[in-house]
Structure formats: C-alpha cells, structure tokens
C-alpha cells in the first residue's frame, strides 16, 4: 500500500464522515438547535459550580 | 483597613477566587459535563427507538426543552443553576418514560380480550382490542405533548416571577432614594 493510497483512504473515510453528519444533521434538524442550549445549559452549571465551590471563606451572596 | 476593604458598594470586586480548580471540584465539573452527555445521548437513542415518532417529535420536543431551559437560565440571572438542574432532570425523566413505556408495551400488548376479561373477570368485548391500541397511543401523545408544554409553562413562569422580583425592588429603589432625598442625604 504505498502513502498516495493511504492518503486517499483517509480523504475517502473523512468526506464519508462529513456527509453523513450532514445528513444526519439534515434529517434531525432540530438538534442543531437543542444541542447548543444543552451546553449553555452545562456550561453555566459548571461555572456556577466552580464559584460555589471556590475555597473562600469571605464570599458574599 | 477591613472597613476600607468591605465597607465598600461592591464588596465582590476585592474577593479572590483561586485560578487553579481543585481536584474536587474539577471531578463535580467533569460529573457534570458527563450528565449532561448522558442526557444527550440518551435522547438520541429513545429517539431513534422510536423511530419516525422520534424523529419528528421527541427530537423537536425536548429540543425546545432544552431552548427553554437556556433562556430562563439566561434571564432569570438570580437562580440560574436551579434551572439549568431542574431543566435536566425533567428531561431525563420525560426521556425515562418514554423508554420504560416502550418496554412495558410488549409484555401487555399480546394479551388477548378473552386473557383480559378472564384475568378481570368481567365481560369485555372482543373489539376492545382495538380500543386498547387507540389507548396505548392516546397515552404516548398525551405524555409525549403536555410533559414539554408543562416545561415551557414553568419556564414562562420562572420568567414572569423574575421580572415581578425585578420591577418591585426598583420600586423599593425609588422609594429609598425619595426618603434619601427628604432626609437630605442624597448623594
């Protein structure tokens, strides 16, 4: 298998990839809008967290 | 010094936080972060259980969950980490049912009227079969519909409640600056 072919495997297997998730995307539209909300949703759990949990014994709330 | 300290408006602004996280709280974070990709990957397999119901309902529904989640936790500032738990629980918990009402289904569905009747002892006629599927899917839309319409009723709620919070401590603002100012205190 010489490296030109291995290369084009690779390409191959990632366009393969990228229009599958397009498809995917496509035929469930909508996770294109609930997945973000998801990781705000985390990420301001994670940050509220990480204040709640700072070692500091003068916090005021 | 203490006085010059947190005698200020703004006794935040000279608090520290430490920058590095602490074992501890760094495994409460990637806790966390793994519940939440749990959820996620728990709706899409409930989903792609269901198949067509799945794709053109379940994902658009706890979608629109999760987009109302966001924004309560966005408005809604003073109780932001309650949203964002209560928001994740409620939708693993729709999710729940769904799974566990499609996994009941078949131990129930292949009982017979004649089964029925005999196990109730009753008369029950042999087209209440029928009756019981028209049931059985009565009972997904219902569940599937009102959970995430309840959800989006708390959120406007949450919101509503927020605002009201709001609009009565500008009041109480207002008041305490017209007595500053009858005092003669007002700066």
């Known amino acids: ?61 | 010094m203490t006085t010059e300290l947190y005698g200020t408006e703004n006794p935040r602004a000279h608090i520290i936080y430490p920058k590095i996280a602490r074992p501890e709280e760094l495994m409460a974070k990637l806790k966390i972060a793994a519940f939440y990709l749990g959820v996620v990957v728990f709706w899409l397999i409930v989903a792609s259980i269901y198949r067509g119901f799945g794709r053109s309902w379940i994902i658009p529904a706890v979608s629109v969950m999760w987009i109302a989640g966001a924004v309560t936790a966005f408005v809604a500032r003073n109780d932001e980490e309650n949203t964002t738990r209560e928001t994740r629980w409620v939708i693993l918990g729709f999710l729940g049912f769904l799974l566990i009402y499609r996994s009941i289904l078949p131990f129930i569905v292949p009982l017979s009227s004649a089964q029925m009747a005999a196990a109730l002892d009753i008369n029950i006629p042999a087209v209440s079969g029928a009756a019981i599927a028209g049931m059985l899917q009565s009972v997904l839309l219902l569940a599937s519909v009102l959970t995430p319409v309840g959800f989006l009723i708390w959120c406007g709620q949450k919101i509503r409640q927020f605002h009201g919070r709001r609009s009565r401590q500008a009041v109480f603002e207002r008041v305490k600056g017209v007595k500053r100012a009858m005092r003669g205190d007002d700066q």
């Open chain 1, 1 to 61: 298998m010489t490296i030109s072919e291995i290369l084009q495997s690779v390409l191959v297997f990632h366009v393969n990839a990228f229009y599958g998730l397009i498809f995917f995307f496509q035929a469930n539209f909508f996770l294109l809008l609930g997945l973000p909300a998801a990781v705000y949703l985390a990420w301001v759990e994670i940050r509220a967290k990480s204040v709640l949990s700072a070692d500091d014994k003068r916090r005021v709330t």
